[in-house]
């Protein structure tokens, strides 16, 4: 397998960390997350679901699959989250080095 964007391995890393102004330093000014719970537009909104998920202590167990082209990366990865392992999988879309539109799903085993 390749190696992670440079993006994803710095968000993975900062989620890890606990970090959240490293996390927010991925993201562009007019970045969206989009979830199956909402869609959270602007970094204060971002800022905030993120700084919740944080307290689940977010944790990569394995990278499964990671394909990227161009401004778009896509991956699915098995993560402990709340002391859960949870399948995952999400794209980020770049701009300027930053993710500018993530969507995000955890995936029902």
């Given at each position: 397998m390749p190696d992670m964007h440079a993006v994803l391995e710095r968000q993975l890393?900062?989620?890890?960390a606990?970090?959240?102004?490293?996390?927010?330093?991925?993201y562009a000014p007019d970045a969206a997350l989009v979830r199956f719970d909402?869609?959270?537009a602007g970094?204060?909104?971002i800022r905030a679901t993120l700084?919740?998920?944080?307290?689940?202590?977010?944790?990569?167990?394995?990278?499964?699959?990671?394909?990227?082209?161009?401004d778009t990366v896509f991956y699915?990865?098995?993560?402990?989250?709340g002391g859960q392992q949870k399948d995952s999988m999400g794209m980020l879309v770049l701009r300027d080095g930053k993710i500018w539109r993530q969507a995000a799903v955890f995936l029902d085993v």
């Amino acid at each position: 397998m390749p190696d992670m964007h440079a993006v994803l391995e710095r968000q993975l890393a900062a989620l890890a960390a606990g970090d959240i102004e490293a996390v927010m330093e991925n993201y562009a000014p007019d970045a969206a997350l989009v979830r199956f719970d909402g869609v959270f537009a602007g970094t204060e909104r971002i800022r905030a679901t993120l700084s919740a998920y944080l307290t689940l202590k977010p944790q990569l167990v394995e990278l499964l699959h990671h394909a990227e082209h161009m401004d778009t990366v896509f991956y699915r990865a098995v993560m402990n989250v709340g002391g859960q392992q949870k399948d995952s999988m999400g794209m980020l879309v770049l701009r300027d080095g930053k993710i500018w539109r993530q969507a995000a799903v955890f995936l029902d085993v």
